[in-house]
């Protein structure tokens, strides 16, 4: 199983960007499916998950209204949408996967690699 993180760059505050979670090894959409962030000096923070067999999807209160987290089954796919992007939204941003619904990292394993979003004028 390899998750890899993808669509990270520079963009201006209120700008957006779109991370893709690629996968190898694993159908996504027999998974719960998270996206995690770690800025510098803190820990591991859950964004959002989207639950498996179109169940509910989650969010951290930081990001309602400005993240959505679509899955794309036939690419094998999650992505996670960032609009209204805050300096406080920089940070290494990861996918992982669980077999709950959940925004605790305890929860989540077959981390891939981080991409990294910074929001910076």
């Known amino acids: 199983v390899q998750l890899q993180a993808s669509g990270g760059g520079l963009v201006q505050p209120g700008g957006s960007l779109r991370l893709s979670c690629a996968a190898s090894g694993v159908i996504l959409e027999k998974y719960h499916v998270g996206w995690f962030r770690q800025a510098p000096g803190k820990s591991r923070e859950g964004v959002s998950c989207?639950?498996?067999?179109?169940?509910?999807?989650y969010y951290a209160d930081s990001v309602k209204g400005r993240f959505t987290i679509p899955r794309d089954d036939d690419k094998n796919t999650v992505y996670l949408n960032m609009s209204s992007l805050e300096p406080e939204d920089t940070a290494v941003y990861y996918c992982?996967?669980?077999?709950?619904?959940?925004?605790?990292?305890?929860?989540?394993?077959?981390w891939g690699p981080g991409t990294q979003v910074t929001v910076s004028s």
């Open positions: 992982a996967l669980s077999w709950i619904g959940s925004l605790k990292a305890f929860d989540f394993y077959s």
């Open positions: 989207i639950s498996s067999d179109d169940g509910p999807t």
